[in-house]
């Protein structure tokens, strides 16, 4: 656990974790922690009892707003893609006049990202770094959407140049991940109108025009998952037609060899037959003219299909 005292974006680190229960003159307290923490903050901030259990006792959280008399408990999902599965990651909040309080179970990148953002805007109050905080993660959200966009239009391609049995789980997993996060951000976007709409004391009037801004960044990206999970579907066709095509093809040349051999056959099921009479039956050549009536009839059969493209 981490106790920062910060005037104007600029941090000083505070010792005494009993000293951020008073309000400093000028500034707030920031505390990042991690949940084992609680058992320390809970009385001395009065926080919630059913805040604290929910930070607890959930691992995998649903994005929400609670509001309580002298603090908010907050709890929004930072998000982070590796090529491969989306993983999210709660941030549990708690806002109060003078004090913020962060607590997660993993690092997240958006709060090591804060800092430099908090020195530039000077900031001085504990939801102007809320606002910065939430702004980091929905721009995030923005860029794991842009590579997932990548992705889908790498795997279209790789589907059209050279069709693999392994597209299909890509292409199932991939819309399992989009669909999975579409209803997280169902109650994110709830969180972030609540900051925006609602009369809320401890956020300043001023500052919810700009979470205004981030619930439409947040309704945006919704929408574009929402076009992911019909690209996704239109992949999945696009697989199926690529498949059905590469069986049609090869039919189609199993076919063509099938026809080359259906007079070769003939030829040899004749002078197969137990007859003294064929036409050179009994020459010293005969069977090297057969043998090339046979080589002659394949490869006129064979090149006629290519010229009619049908090999």
């Known amino acids: 656990m981490k106790a920062r005292l910060v005037q104007d974006g600029v941090f000083t680190i505070v010792d005494d ?29 009065h926080l919630h009892e059913l805040a604290v259990e929910d930070v607890l006792t959930e691992e995998e959280q649903r994005p929400k707003i609670e509001l309580y008399d002298t603090h908010y408990f907050i709890v929004v999902n930072s998000i982070r893609f590796d090529d491969e599965e989306i993983f999210l990651r709660a941030l ?8 913020i309080i962060t607590i997660t179970r993993q690092k997240i990148n958006e709060i090591r990202a804060l800092k430099p953002v908090l020195w530039e805007e000077e ?18 959200y923005t860029n794991v959407g842009d590579r997932i966009e990548a992705k889908i239009e ?97 039919m189609r040349v199993f076919t063509a060899i099938t026809t080359i051999f259906m007079p070769l056959t003939f030829i040899t099921g004749i002078y197969g037959m137990n007859f003294e009479k064929l036409p ?11 043998i090339l009536l046979m080589v002659v009839v394949g490869l006129s059969m064979f090149f006629l299909f290519r010229k009619k493209d049908w090999l």
Do not use: C
């Not at 790789?158 to 997280?184: A, F, P, Q």
């Not at 050179?280 to 057969?290: K, R």
């Open 17 to 45: 974790i009993t000293q951020t229960v008073v309000p400093p003159q000028h500034g707030f307290y920031w505390i990042d922690a991690e949940p084992e923490d609680l058992e320390l903050l809970q009385p001395l901030f």
């Open 92 to 99: 549990n909040i708690f806002l109060s006049k003078h004090y």
């Open 123 to 140: 900031v001085t109050a504990p939801d102007q770094f809320l606002y910065h905080l939430i702004d980091l993660i929905v721009d995030n």
């Open 154 to 250: 790498k795997l279209e391609e790789d589907i059209l140049m050279h069709t693999k049995k392994s597209h299909l789980n890509e292409i199932i997993g991939l819309r399992s991940e989009i669909l999975w996060l579409k209803k997280v951000l169902v109650p994110q976007k709830e969180v972030l109108n609540t900051l925006n709409k609602k009369d809320l004391k401890l956020i300043s009037e001023p500052l919810r025009k700009y979470f205004g801004d981030i619930y439409e960044n947040a309704v945006k990206i919704s929408e574009t998952f929402d076009t992911f999970r019909e690209l996704m579907g239109n992949l999945r066709e696009a697989y199926q037609s690529s498949i059905a095509s590469r069986a049609n093809e090869i």
């Open 280 to 290: 050179g039956l009994h020459s010293e050549m005969g069977g090297f003219i057969t």
